[in-house]
């Protein structure tokens, strides 16, 4: 059954949790499908998870639609959450222009990041459904990241301009929203005083769903996060194949007799003739 925004707000409405997770190509998706995902919120994180991007700022429209397009051939069931890009979204224009695209390639939703209210009621007039961001803001905020300062509404200013953007948010049509490192307690108040759907990462238990990077759950980074579990750790065991894999080359212990190919006898020595005919080495 394919996963709508209606079937989200249900579960929502249920106080079942929405479980969601990033994926950038079509392996990963056809996993997530096969584990019954909720969601997939391709994000701008691709570009320093997957493509070497120093910092999510890097990310273009043709990065976002090329990845797109690979996952959405995996998609059967998810509801798939799009990014727009840094930049793609700049005057309410753009951003209409750049979501219709991502909309056509077959994202269920655009997100984009900040409390940008023109920008909302410019897609909600095209009926586009949107995911908010607010919080820690990644696209605009690399200079406070840089400085370690990654949560977001620790103090009462940044709480309340939290609270009430998220309510002005809601207010005017958000359909889901990523709460980003905010302390749990004031997603807390966020979640219970907004008709919109709310999915934390690193923002507390009381959000009404929550999404990882699939990178940091598989664990494939060097860098650890306090956000996210330590389900598995896939990286040295990856790490220790490949180094088994080079070593068993290098001794010719790798490929076997019944890792190859056979011909049949007498197709061989009909080659063979040949070969000797033209003067080819056997």
């Not at 391709?42 to 273009?60: I, Q, R």
């Not at 397009?69 to 005057?91: E, G």
């Not at 219709?100 to 007039?125: C, R, S, T, W, Y």
Request: with cysteine.
């Amino acid at each position: 059954m394919k996963k709508t925004l209606e079937y989200l707000k249900e579960k929502a409405k249920n106080n079942q949790k929405i479980s969601a997770l990033t994926a950038y190509d079509y392996p990963t998706t056809k996993i997530l499908e096969e584990a019954k995902i909720d969601m997939i919120i391709l994000g701008d994180s691709v570009g320093t998870n997957v493509l070497g991007y120093n910092n999510e700022t890097e990310v273009t429209l043709e990065d976002i639609i090329h990845h797109t397009k690979a996952v959405y051939r995996a998609i059967k069931n998810i509801f798939l959450v799009v990014d727009l890009p840094f930049q793609t979204y700049d005057t309410p224009k753009n951003a209409v222009n750049n979501a219709k695209k991502l909309i056509a390639l077959g994202a269920d939703a655009v997100k984009f990041e900040g409390i940008n209210l023109p920008v909302l009621k410019a897609l909600k007039a095209e009926n586009i459904p949107v995911m908010c961001h607010i919080g820690l803001n990644p696209q605009h905020e690399q200079e406070r990241m840089q400085r370690g300062k990654v949560a977001k509404g620790k103090s009462l200013g940044e709480a309340t301009e939290l609270i009430n953007g998220a309510k002005i948010l809601s207010d005017n049509g958000a359909d889901l929203m990523i709460l980003e490192k905010i302390p749990e307690k004031v997603s807390k108040i966020i979640s219970e005083n907004i008709s919109t759907i709310t999915i934390g990462i690193g923002g507390g238990k009381f959000c009404n769903g929550q999404i990882l990077i699939i990178n940091d759950l598989f664990g494939l980074n060097e860098r650890k996060f306090k956000h996210c579990p330590e389900y598995i750790e896939l990286r040295n065991p990856m790490i220790e194949t490949v180094k088994k894999y080079i070593d068993e080359v290098g001794k010719v212990q790798f490929p076997e007799k019944h890792h190859a190919n056979i011909i049949k006898e007498d197709e061989y020595n009909k080659l063979v003739g040949w070969c000797k005919e033209n003067n080819i080495k056997v």
